[in-house]
């Protein structure tokens, strides 16, 4: 691990070649499990939209689909503990700057420095998006005056009621399938929103990340997520439903 620079720490190092394979067939399923071109799709075509393609280079896509390793591991049933616990990633960030919702957080040990690495709040708001949220208050003198846990993680029979609605990355065109994803809500927890089938939709850690910077909005509809593309994909900016119900339905009597 290097040393964070222009907001990106370099790593280095040799793999044994079977762990590199072992490596490349997950990285290969994550980035194109089905075999099917990238890009924004609302309906079975030939042709290929050169303006909806995936835009990320390949190096940008093995990224995004090692983040999306990580964030699955720690649900490991045989994975190590720590302190009793799965592996906690922690972000610090200031009460002011949470109650802003922009500004810098910190990761403790994120380089190769060991001491705490800036990253911009976005970064703690996605983290916590999927985990829980430790709030420490603590004195002027460093004396602990509070501890609240909110707990936003939704459970394993909630997951499972979501991935059999979604069936993979809610964003079309994307073909993440369900054991790789995340789950978003819908209507923020911090606004709110709550922990629940109806307010949850399955997304990968790419579309996650950077959802709203991409301008891709979702929302709820009777109990079935609907997403609206950023202009420069559909002008017209259609709310348009996604899975099953995006799928043509054969006529009455057929």
Do not use: Y
Not at 5 to 30: F, Q, W, Y
Not at 32 to 40: Q, S, W
Not at 64 to 83: E, F
């Amino acid at each position: 691990m290097g040393v964070k620079r222009n907001g990106l720490v370099p790593i280095h190092g040799n793999l044994m070649v079977e762990t590199a394979g072992a490596l490349c067939v997950l990285l290969d399923s994550i980035n194109n499990p089905h075999g099917k071109p990238a890009g924004v799709r609302f309906r079975p075509s030939d042709e290929v939209d050169d303006d909806s393609s995936d835009v990320r280079t390949m190096a940008q896509r093995n990224h995004d689909a090692l983040a999306t390793i990580l964030a699955a591991v720690p649900g490991a049933p045989d994975l190590p503990m720590n302190g009793g616990n799965a592996p906690v990633l922690v972000i610090h960030a200031t009460e002011d700057t949470v109650r802003a919702g922009e500004g810098w957080a910190s990761i403790p040990g994120a380089d190769g420095t060991g001491t705490d690495v800036p990253v911009p709040f976005a970064a703690a708001e996605h983290a916590g998006c999927c985990g829980t949220v430790q709030r420490l208050t603590s004195a002027v003198n460093g004396k602990i005056v509070k501890l609240t846990v909110a707990d936003r993680v939704f459970n394993t029979d909630q997951r499972r009621v979501i991935i059999a609605r979604d069936r993979s990355c809610v964003i079309p065109g994307c073909h993440t399938p369900a054991r790789w994803c995340e789950i978003h809500h819908v209507k923020e927890w911090a606004n709110g929103g709550k922990t629940d089938v109806g307010n949850g939709v399955l997304i990968c850690w790419h579309h996650h990340r950077f959802l709203e910077r991409m301008g891709w909005q979702i929302r709820m509809t009777d109990g079935v997520p609907e997403v609206r593309p950023p202009d420069w994909i559909d002008p017209t900016q259609t709310w348009r439903p996604t899975g099953l119900r995006a799928v043509a339905r054969p006529s009455r009597g057929a």
